[in-house]
């Protein structure tokens, strides 16, 4: 009984499991993903090295300019915590904004498809520990993954790829830059609109 059920509540999703891929499609959805690296800092009183887990949610809002191509904007909300190895640990937000561009290899009739996703995103650094440091956010992100339909319209993306960030600290007593490299995986939904 228990298998007829599942069957019963699969088969619909079965018949129309496709996403709209196409040109003149919107892709609207998001994110979230996780990043875990090794920060190396330097300033003018030295070079430090820190451990940080960062927390990335963001949204993407673009348009199929061909079948399978697509771009837009995607606004991005980051937070990490961490320790160092100069002692202390630090609570930061940043908000950044930029494009992306993404492509689907498979068929647009395919239940799943692969696709890789670039992006570049700048914004604004702020510290809220002792500091109140202020400065500059940059991301570039070359993601590859799969998306799997839930119907024509929704679809769920795992992706795993590269990002590097630099931060840097403007308004501190010190001027820092700091460049983070590493593994970043990302979970989201999109949703396919047709005009």
């Known amino acids: 009984m228990k298998i007829f059920l599942l069957?019963?509540?699969l088969s619909p999703l079965s018949i129309i499991t496709y996403g709209q891929l196409t040109k003149n499609t919107w892709l609207?959805?998001?994110a979230g993903s996780s990043y875990t690296y090794t920060d190396d800092l330097s300033n003018q009183s030295g070079s430090y090295t820190a451990k940080y887990t960062s927390?990335?949610?963001s949204a993407s809002v673009g348009y199929f300019f061909f079948d399978k191509f697509?771009?837009?904007l995607r606004p991005t909300i980051?937070?990490?915590?961490?320790e160092s190895s100069a002692g202390g640990?630090?609570?930061n937000l940043k908000f950044a904004i930029g494009p992306f561009l993404r492509y689907f290899f498979l068929s647009t009739e395919k239940k799943?498809?692969?696709l890789t996703d670039v992006s570049y995103q700048f914004g604004v650094n702020k510290n809220y520990g002792t500091f109140g440091d202020k400065g500059k956010y940059n991301i570039f992100s070359l993601m590859a993954g799969t998306e799997v339909f839930f119907n024509s319209s929704v679809g769920m993306e795992i992706l795993v790829g590269y990002s590097n960030k630099l931060i840097t600290v403007d308004n501190g007593s010190i001027p820092m830059r700091s460049n983070k490299t590493g593994l970043q995986t990302s979970i989201g939904f999109q949703f396919h609109l047709a005009n």
């Open 89 to 91: 640990s630090q609570n």
């Open 7 to 9: 069957l019963l509540i």
């Open 112 to 114: 799943f498809n692969l």
């Open 70 to 72: 697509s771009g837009g």
């Open 28 to 30: 609207i959805g998001g």
């Open 55 to 57: 927390v990335d949610i």
């Open 78 to 82: 980051s937070t990490y915590k961490g």
